[in-house]
């Protein structure tokens, strides 16, 4: 039990950490996808902090995954867009 | 529905792993690599949460599951401090 508590503040850590640096990329290049990216790394890192919050049995914690599926879903988008705008430029 | 969320999950960050490599083929951009190493970590974290939660319930392979994702975010972290600055 420990060890999962331990595990999943890691990855909240890391999340966090991470949508920083997308965060700071983004402030210098004002680049859309570094942002999208802060932003999914944000919602995941929540994700996990949810995760080791609620209870194994807890009906709410399938909902949690939602917000997984919602960060992922911002990263395809991302990158979709960057591809869009990147298109949109040769032409 | 609640397996629906599972599969999407596994499946969206699948998609994400695919094209965050393609794009490093593509520009040879590090940072994408790391990214896309990122997320076949966290799609095989995806997996291992299908099969505990969903194929064998009375598995607990949630150590597993957080393990593989911290694998992930640990080597985009690493990326992002050591090579992308």
């Given at each position: 039990?420990?060890?999962?508590?331990?595990?999943?503040?890691?990855?909240?850590?890391?999340?966090?950490?991470?949508?920083?640096?997308?965060?700071?990329?983004?402030?210098?290049?004002?680049?859309?996808?570094?942002?999208?990216?802060?932003?999914?790394?944000?919602?995941?890192?929540?994700?996990?902090?949810?995760?080791?919050?609620?209870?194994?049995?807890?009906?709410?914690?399938?909902?949690?995954?939602?917000?997984r599926l919602i960060s992922f879903l911002l990263i395809l988008y991302a990158i979709w867009?960057?591809?869009?705008?990147?298109?949109?430029?040769?032409? | 529905?609640?397996?629906?969320?599972?599969?999407?999950?596994?499946?969206?960050?699948?998609?994400?792993?695919?094209?965050?490599?393609?794009?490093?083929?593509?520009?040879?951009?590090?940072?994408?690599?790391?990214?896309?190493?990122?997320?076949?970590?966290?799609?095989?974290?995806?997996?291992?949460?299908?099969?505990?939660?969903?194929?064998?319930?009375?598995?607990?392979?949630?150590?597993?599951?957080?393990?593989?994702?911290?694998?992930?975010?640990?080597?985009?972290?690493?990326?992002?401090?050591?090579?992308?600055?």
């Open positions: 039990m420990v060890l999962k508590a331990m595990l999943n503040g890691a990855l909240v850590m890391g999340c966090l950490a991470c949508a920083l640096f997308f965060v700071r990329f983004w402030r210098a290049s004002r680049d859309r996808l570094f942002a999208f990216f802060a932003l999914a790394f944000l919602g995941m890192g929540f994700n996990w902090l949810a995760l080791a919050l609620l209870e194994v049995d807890d009906e709410r914690r399938h909902f949690v995954y939602v917000l867009d960057k591809n869009r705008v990147g298109r949109g430029k040769v032409s | 529905m609640v397996e629906a969320v599972y599969i999407l999950c596994g499946l969206t960050s699948l998609a994400c792993t695919v094209l965050l490599l393609r794009g490093y083929r593509r520009t040879r951009a590090r940072l994408l690599l790391w990214s896309g190493l990122c997320f076949v970590a966290l799609a095989v974290s995806n997996v291992i949460l299908f099969v505990d939660l969903v194929l064998f319930p009375g598995r607990d392979l949630a150590v597993w599951r957080s393990a593989s994702a911290l694998v992930g975010i640990g080597t985009l972290l690493y990326g992002l401090i050591w090579d992308s600055a």
